[in-house]
């Protein structure tokens, strides 16, 4: 690899999906991955396979589909944690294995409670165990910026020796600020005998609203990859965006003197697919990917950009996906078509019966509005992977009363289980009524811990996105619901939320 390639190591399936409420069904990430693959990340951290079987299979399948990018599974420096590894990771084209140990003396005291030189001996065995069953190997000093620069220096300097072929430096807690990260990347590249023989990696997270900046200060120091998420998604505040770092380095090579592979126009779709599936929406105001991100509202601005558009954009729309390749679908166009903008879209279909079904889905979203858009495809798609394959509960009919003055009635027919039921509630909303006549059947007990509405397009007849998480029994799941009518999109969500609870569709934090 030449010395001005960085790396995008993107993990959005792992550290992405630790966001509360933001874990996603197997089905799921897939889409992301194939839509990373397309981006052109050269590392998927896939997940932790050793968290629960169903991050194992999503790592497993991820590896034996995706062809184009590295698939990476991370792992604690324990033999267990190796071995899971490397067994998902065996139908990789091209895997890695991530092992990671906490090197800062707080970690090590109370967290760890083992000695330095136990923690040095843990990461050498680690590594050299998982040098034995993959070539492609990276060791993690989590909370790096937190440790000891001599502590730093003898442990990368052992797992260099051992076979570890990539060193990552985390902040992990987002407590670094650029001149000193940048200097801690230095001066272990300079005093670590044998740091040319690994590339240098960071993992920044946003807690001080600084993963980015940190990001690009470590590459200006000598970092060659950076480990990032779409929409900077990922624990508390997040992670360093993975669209603001490639457009960083692409529109300021003259500072940074670097480039990455990333496909940039395909940023925007990939942006709104991770949001979609997630449930968490993108700011307006949010850099590269928001919906003002290249809007002007002022009056001099706009004539600048009229007369010159450098006046007031570093970059184009363009380069990023907005408005490239634009197809507005409506009720008259054909499945050809349909089907030609889900594959620029990156959704692929695994069977013609599964185009049909989501083409009669278009087609009924089509009656309803006059234009149907890119993001009203994404949530189209996202809803219908989004539920169990066999749901239990079905929105068969609602019918809501709101008047001024008089409490909001639901009435439903709620199928469950192939049985219909009628209910009947009350509530302070429209919504809440819906809600309350959901669970006179579900009696769930689950907690509703978010309620979400983004509108999906411009316009009266804008589709609803509607997210509900529910907690039970300390296990969080998103449901998604989609539709013109933001009633009828939250009672989707509602039931989406209790069938993937009851399918045992969700996965425990991965680091529990």
Known sequence: MSNDRVIIFDTTLRDGEQSPGASMTKEE?????????????????????????????????????????????????????????????????????????????????????????????????????????????EFSCEDASRS????????????????????????????????????????????????????????????????VANSLAAVAAGARQVECTINGLGERAGNAALEEIVMAIKTRHDALGVHTNIN??????????????????????KAIVGANAFAH?????????????????????????????????????????????LEALGITLESEKALNDAFARFKELADKKH??????????????????????????????????GETPV???????????HQLEASGSGPVDATFNAIETLAQSGANLQLFSVNAITQGADSQGEVTVRLELGGRVMNGNGTDTDIVMASARAYLNALNLLRDNQVKAHPQA
């Open 410 to 420: 639901a009435k439903l027919v709620v199928s469950a289980g192939g049985e219909e």
């Open 29 to 137: 990430k897939i889409r992301i991955a194939k839509s990373l693959e397309r981006l052109g990340v050269d590392v998927i951290e896939a997940g932790f396979a050793i968290a629960s079987p169903g991050d194992f299979d999503s790592v497993k399948t991820i590896a034996d589909t995706i062809k184009d990018s590295t698939i990476c599974s991370l792992a604690r420096a324990m033999d267990a944690d190796i071995d899971r590894a490397a067994e998902a990771l065996a139908g990789a084209n091209s895997g890695r294995i991530h092992t990671f140990i906490a090197t800062s003396p707080i970690h090590m005291e109370y967290k760890l409670r083992i000695s330095p030189d136990e923690v040095v001996d843990y990461a050498v065995r680690a590594v050299k165990r998982a040098r034995s069953k993959c070539a492609d190997v």
């Open 371 to 404: 234009e149907v858009f890119d993001e009203d495809i994404q949530a189209l798609m996202s809803d219908a992977v989004a539920s169990p394959a066999n749901e239990h509960y079905q929105l068969v009919s609602l019918e809501v009363n709101s008047r001024t």
């Open 264 to 285: 940039t126009p395909h940023i925007l779709s990939t942006s709104r697919m991770v949001s979609s599936i997630t449930g968490f929406p993108v700011q307006p105001n």
């Open 297 to 341: 509202e002022s009056g001099i601005h706009q004539d600048g950009v009229l007369k010159h558009r450098e006046t007031y954009e570093i970059m184009t729309a363009q380069d990023v996906g907005w408005n490239t390749n634009r197809m507005v679908l409506g009720k008259h166009s054909g499945r050809n078509a349909f089907r030609s903008r």
């Open 148 to 211: 000891e620069i001599d502590f730093l220096c003898r442990i990368v300097e052992a797992a260099i020796d051992a076979g570890a072929r990539t060193i990552n430096l985390p902040d992990t807690v987002g407590y670094a600020i650029p001149e000193q990260y940048a200097a801690l990347v230095r001066e272990l590249r300079e005093r670590v005998p044998n740091s040319d023989k690994a590339v240098f990696s960071v993992h920044c997270h946003n807690d001080l609203g600084l993963a």
